[in-house]
Structure formats: C-alpha cells, structure tokens
C-alpha cells in the first residue's frame, strides 16, 4: 500500500491549507485514516483521524480549526486547516490502518510526508 500526500506549503498565520491523501494498492477495507504530524526532536503526534463509519478523533490543538474528511471509494483522507497558527508548523505524515483481505488483520502505513510552514 502506498499513501500519496499533497498539499502542504508556506502560509501565513490565519491562512488555510488543504491537504490531501490517496491510498492504493492491495486494499480491502480502511479503518482509520488521518493525520499526524511531527517537529524536530518531538514525537510524531496525532492531529485527526477518521474511521470508516465518519467518527472523527482531533488533537485539542486542532479542535475547532481542523476539519477531516475521507472518501471511502476513492480510498482519500483530507485535511483542512483554517485559522493556522506558527505552532502549526510540521511535517505533517498521511496515515491509515489497512485490511487486504476479508478474514485479515489491519496493518499501518504512513505517506512520506509533506512540510506545511506557517510563518509571517
């Protein structure tokens, strides 16, 4: 499986980004899928997931700024980010929990990540 990640850049605070996520592959069924993202000499932290069935979880930091959203035939998660702030700044990593098969268990994957810069 392979998650393809777009859409970070520099913005300013207050801006908005978007970004986007595609799996594919060997693909039964998605779980979970999400963001998380990750500061120099920090853990990689979770900003929002969304199962299958629409139940969104969001780190406090994002509550009310962020907004997920998936497409289960097209096998995307989405991102999107008002109101950003200098902290907000991170490389923020695509992630999903995949099932290849009927009877199989799921496996986590991570996209290769991309940079999203919030500076005035």
């Known amino acids: 499986v392979q998650l393809q990640a777009s859409g970070g850049g520099l913005v300013q605070p207050g801006g908005s980004l978007r970004l986007s996520c595609a799996a594919s592959g060997s693909i039964f069924s998605i779980p979970r899928m999400g963001w998380y993202r990750q500061t120099l000499g920090k853990q990689r932290e979770l900003v929002a997931v969304?199962?299958?069935?629409?139940?969104?979880n969001y780190a406090d930091s994002a509550k009310g700024r962020f907004t997920v959203s998936r497409d289960n035939a097209k096998n995307t998660v989405d991102l999107q980010m008002n109101n950003l702030k200098l902290e907000d700044t991170a490389v923020y990593y695509c992630?999903?929990?995949?099932?290849?098969?009927?009877?199989?268990?799921?496996?986590?994957?991570w996209g290769q990540g991309t940079e999203v810069t919030v500076s005035s």
């Open positions: 992630y999903a929990s995949v099932i290849h098969s009927f009877f199989g268990r799921s496996y986590e994957y």
């Open positions: 969304i199962h299958s069935g629409g139940t969104t």
